[in-house]
């Protein structure tokens, strides 16, 4: 059965870095989304992405962030200055994008940002 | 935005127990999914049932849109059971999900 998969399964980073976190969507699904999820707390919303634009984006998702497909299976979360408030697991999820579809999740990638 | 209301927030159990999760939300959605939770983090599609009743398993779902709420059925359940489960909706108009608070449930043998 296609899947979602992220890599890599865990970052460590320090302050001030920029990290790239990797999503290959299910081959036919046509819209994109990041998640994240901060220790202890629910599962937020940050961006989705569809015909390589950005077609809805959280309050959360500010110009430190940046979303990317640079090839036809690749999907990039870019996080240019980390801080310490970074330190969440990342989901990346796909869907076909008809109304209502069900969004298929990543293993997610735990940040750590110290 | 919509809101999402698990509960209960906690839920202990004896193995072999029977449990019912709730889920309310405030506004017409399109879809709803329930997700499991395991201790490495990763979240595990139980579900997509934006209305109707579902089973897989010991697991069921029983969603009823008319009015709001969703429900997720934990029979004879497993240590393996344990962990946080979310649901989470989508909007009418919108394809973004709005996940609740989720339900940490701790199946003890």
């Known amino acids: 059965e296609p899947e979602v998969t992220q890599t890599p399964s865990h970052q460590v980073t320090q302050m001030g870095q920029e990290v790239i976190l990797r999503c290959v969507p299910i081959?036919?699904?046509?819209?994109f989304y990041w998640y994240r999820q901060i220790l202890g707390q629910k599962v937020e919303f940050l961006v989705s992405?569809?015909?390589?634009?950005?077609?809805?984006k959280s309050e959360i998702f500010d110009d430190q962030f940046s979303v990317e497909r640079p090839d036809g299976s690749n999907f990039t979360l870019k996080i240019r200055s980390t801080k310490l408030e970074d330190s969440a697991m990342y989901f990346c999820?796909?869907?076909?994008?008809?109304?209502?579809?069900?969004?298929?999740f990543g293993p997610g990638t735990r940040l750590t940002v110290t | 935005g919509i809101q999402v209301e698990q509960s209960p927030p906690d839920l202990i159990l004896q193995e072999g127990a029977n449990s019912t999760l709730r889920c309310n939300f405030s506004?017409?959605?399109?879809?709803l999914q329930w997700f499991h939770q395991n201790p490495w983090g990763q979240l595990i599609n139980l579900f997509y049932i934006p209305s109707g009743t579902k089973q897989n398993g010991r697991l069921s779902a029983t969603t009823v849109a008319t009015e709001r709420y969703s429900l997720l059925y934990i029979s004879s359940s497993q240590t393996t059971d344990s962990g946080v489960y979310f649901c989470a909706v989508l909007k009418a108009a919108g394809n973004k999900l709005t996940f609740g608070g989720g339900t940490r449930v701790l199946v003890k043998p």
């Open positions: 506004d017409s959605v399109n879809n």
């Open positions: 081959s036919n699904h046509l819209y």
């Open positions: 992405f569809y015909n390589n634009e950005i077609s809805e």
């Open positions: 999820a796909s869907n076909l994008g008809t109304r209502g579809d069900e969004q298929y």
